[in-house]
């Protein structure tokens, strides 16, 4: 049963009023007339089910209409649409299954939620007649989500590379243009809002790989969980290699990335992975700087599509969620859903291949001891694993470093994740080399 058919207000809860869902109260609340107007009919929040009940509040409700009770919600028959905005994923899960068998259709920006337990959440739906509607879950304000679904359906997309996470993005501007180090750039980050008080999840690229298993299975088809993708974060980077990607020409970006390595062949495999890349300056990706958040697309119709915009915060997020909660009442979030592969599928469009074959290029960071022969010996591996070098640099010592360790670095041509991290490892066993190798990848 959809929301279409009278000029009725629709009936709408929220579930949990935190920063997101204070952004959407605010929208409902405040610019009824303007939603309104884009819904062909009232948007009426007639359910809030907070935590708290004493909590300070930055919006203003309606009378009556906060509970801490989230079953006087589902239990509501006249309230068919919730924004289910809490964290997490046992409880929320619970409460989305409940929210579903009681027939309401939901709006959520969980994307741990879904990429957890998506498949369960998505066939129930289905299984029920109701529809999730998800736009706010990845990228924010950016409706990548619908763009995918809808606007380039006609595509088959052969690439998705994203900037999915404004903390990683704003630590790694700040520690590039402002020389700020990591754990500075870190606390800068918390005290303008941008990182939690435990940024863990959004530093070692947990968050991105969530947002890319959902991109994935809408884009692909993919039946891959997240914490399967290969990822790397920035909680590990050095200004060093800042200063050695600008030398070269290039940023460094936490890209998430999912690309059919054969897109003329429906057989093709998916390569899957999230890491700090260095990305050329000059092109779109480099250039999104702070928080920001950004898509490149390519479909093998219209080609090369770019999406670039805030990735959270409260109003951002909350456009996203009432943009949802609007399509729903008019029914079309019922029909996109309906057009989703459900995750359940037994056999994906396209499976993630083995990461050790996913091709490209690479940043190779070694402290060598500055002596006759080292070259040789890291030349010598590379050649052996079939690994070209399209550039090197060695500077000089200065003179107060002392003659010890220097940095190399090199720059290899095209080969494999698995070739070059089998080279690494050879190197790192090497007497010459100190530390550890830092291995990035390079997207031109």
């Known amino acids: 049963?959809?929301?279409?058919?009278?000029?009725?207000?629709?009936?709408?809860?929220?579930?949990?009023?935190?920063?997101?869902?204070?952004?959407?109260?605010?929208?409902?609340?405040?610019?009824a007339e303007r939603v309104q107007r884009h819904a062909g009919r009232a948007l009426s929040l007639t359910r809030v089910i907070v935590r708290d009940l004493k909590k300070p509040r930055d919006c203003e409700l309606p009378k009556g209409v906060i509970s801490d009770d989230v079953s006087t919600l589902v239990g509501d028959k006249e309230v068919r649409l919730v924004a289910q905005l809490m964290g997490g994923t046992d409880a929320a899960r619970?409460?989305?299954?409940?929210?579903?068998?009681?027939?309401?259709?939901?709006?959520?920006?969980?994307?741990?939620?879904?990429?957890?337990?998506?498949?369960?959440?998505?066939?129930?739906?289905?299984?029920?007649?109701?529809?999730?509607?998800?736009?706010?879950?990845?990228?924010?304000?950016i409706p990548i989500i619908t763009n995918i679904c809808q606007c380039l359906s006609a595509n088959?997309?052969?690439?998705?590379?994203?900037?999915?996470?404004?903390?990683?993005?704003?630590?790694?501007?700040?520690?590039?243009?402002?020389?700020?180090?990591?754990?500075?750039?870190?606390?800068?980050?918390?005290?303008?809002?941008?990182?939690?008080?435990?940024?863990?999840?959004?530093?070692?690229?947990?968050?991105?790989?969530?947002?890319?298993?959902?991109?994935?299975?809408?884009?692909?088809?993919?039946?891959?969980?997240?914490?399967?993708?290969?990822?790397?974060?920035?909680?590990?980077?050095?200004?060093?290699?800042?200063?050695?990607?600008?030398?070269?020409?290039?940023?460094?970006?936490?890209?998430?990335?999912?690309q059919l390595s054969d897109s003329d062949q429906r057989t093709g495999g998916l390569d899957l992975h999230v890491s700090p890349t260095f990305v050329k300056i000059g092109t779109p990706l480099a250039e999104v700087r702070g928080a920001n958040n950004a898509v490149s697309v390519v479909g093998d119709a219209v080609g090369n599509v770019f999406y670039q915009g805030l990735g959270a915060g409260q109003m951002p997020t909350a456009s996203a969620v009432v943009a949802d909660l609007i399509d729903t009442a008019v029914g079309r979030a019922q029909r996109t859903f309906q057009t989703i592969q459900p995750w359940s599928r037994r056999e994906a469009l396209f499976q993630s291949r083995?990461?050790?074959l996913a091709p490209g290029r690479y940043y190779l960071r070694l402290t060598v001891d500055d002596h006759p022969g080292v070259l040789a010996e890291v030349t010598g591996i590379l050649g052996r694993n079939e690994i070209s070098i399209a550039s090197l640099i060695q500077h000089e010592p200065r003179s107060e470093d002392g003659p010890q360790t220097v940095p190399l670095v090199i720059m290899t041509h095209l080969s494999t994740e698995g070739d070059v991290a089998q080279a690494v490892a050879e190197m790192d066993q090497l007497d010459s080399v100190m530390q550890g190798t830092v291995k990035m990848r390079v997207l031109d």
């Open 354 to 356: 083995s990461p050790e």
């Open 156 to 258: 088959q997309i052969t690439s998705i590379r994203g900037i999915l996470n404004g903390t990683s993005n704003f630590i790694v501007s700040q520690m590039e243009e402002c020389g700020a180090d990591y754990s500075g750039a870190v606390k800068e980050a918390q005290l303008l809002g941008f990182a939690e008080a435990d940024p863990a999840m959004d530093v070692d690229g947990t968050d991105a790989a969530q947002k890319l298993a959902i991109l994935a299975h809408l884009a692909f088809g993919a039946h891959v969980h997240w914490a399967e993708i290969p990822r790397c974060g920035i909680d590990t980077l050095e200004t060093i290699d800042l200063h050695f990607a600008k030398e070269l020409g290039y940023r460094i970006k936490l890209l998430a990335v999912a």
């Open 94 to 141: 619970a409460v989305m299954i409940d929210l579903l068998k009681s027939g309401k259709d939901v709006v959520t920006a969980n994307k741990a939620l879904l990429a957890e337990h998506g498949a369960e959440l998505f066939d129930l739906a289905r299984e029920l007649g109701r529809c999730i509607a998800f736009e706010a879950s990845v990228a924010g304000g």
């Open 1 to 31: 049963m959809t929301l279409q058919g009278n000029d009725s207000p629709v009936k709408i809860g929220i579930v949990g009023l935190g920063t997101v869902g204070s952004g959407v109260a605010k929208l409902l609340v405040q610019e």
